[in-house]
């Protein structure tokens, strides 16, 4: 029986998110797995790559063999490297914490509340201007 280390893919349409599977080479991608090893969240950023790596180590010791994106995965953690015995790759990016916007209370601004619109009503302008009128013209 020959084993792979393959993806199997969750989540909408849309939104894929995989897991990382030892599973059967003759097994449909998202049927049953033998072991559930890892993760891989694309849509992230950075995207989300967690491995067992003992777990991974052990299914290459015994022959399991990676389909092409999860060695892709393995070389990006390093797995792969520590299997074959090649030096480790530089690490992976981390996401830097997005940086929170100030509120309004922390700017110094102060809600005085009067409750009163700012602009004029439109009706009293008119009425403002007709009484300018009749006054010239009274003149």
Not at 88 to 101: D, F, G, I, S, Y
């Amino acid at each position: 029986m020959a084993v792979k280390i393959k993806l199997k893919r969750l989540g909408k349409i849309r939104s894929p998110h995989y897991r990382i599977v030892v599973a059967d080479s003759r097994t449909r991608r998202d049927g049953r797995a033998i072991e559930e090893i890892g993760k891989y969240h694309p849509t992230y950023n950075p995207s989300v790559m967690e491995v067992d790596a003992d777990r991974v180590a052990y299914w290459l010791g015994v022959g399991a063999q990676p389909t092409e994106p999860v060695l892709a995965i393995l070389k990006k953690t390093g797995d792969w490297q520590k299997f074959k015995g090649e030096p480790a790759p530089a690490p992976l990016l981390v996401a830097e914490p997005k940086a929170t916007r100030p509120s309004f209370e922390a700017l110094g601004g102060e809600d005085e509340g009067k409750g009163e619109a700012i602009t004029q009503k439109k009706k009293a302008e008119k009425k403002d201007e007709a009484a300018a009128e009749s006054e010239s013209a009274g003149a």
